[in-house]
């Protein structure tokens, strides 16, 4: 749980782009979060949830493949 969260993608957005591969990565900003260094279960809990399709993507618009802990610096560049 957090106040919260912001997605930041990379690449390109243009309507001509496609996404080949494994998709789009992106990283996402978690602010004021209840836990602050989350463990690799616990990440691997959330990637779970949202791959169900749980909560905010009920739509199944997002599908995680490696979610990890990052530094601020890896998006604010």
Same mark, same amino acid.
């Given at each position: 749980q957090a106040a919260e969260c912001r997605m930041?993608?990379?690449g390109r957005e243009d309507i001509d782009? #496609?996404?080949? +591969? =494994?998709? #789009?990565?992106?990283?996402?900003? *978690?602010?004021?979060? #209840?836990? *602050?260094s989350p463990d690799s279960s616990l990440l691997k809990?959330?990637? =779970?949830?949202? =791959? #169900? +399709?749980?909560?905010l993507n009920a739509a199944k618009? *997002?599908?995680v493949a490696l979610l990890t802990q990052a530094e601020r610096t890896v998006w604010e560049t």
């Amino acid at each position: 749980q957090a106040a919260e969260c912001r997605m930041h993608p990379c690449g390109r957005e243009d309507i001509d782009v #496609r996404c080949l +591969g =494994n998709g #789009r990565p992106f990283a996402m900003e *978690v602010l004021n979060p #209840r836990i *602050v260094s989350p463990d690799s279960s616990l990440l691997k809990e959330i990637q =779970n949830i949202i =791959n #169900r +399709g749980e909560g905010l993507n009920a739509a199944k618009d *997002v599908e995680v493949a490696l979610l990890t802990q990052a530094e601020r610096t890896v998006w604010e560049t």
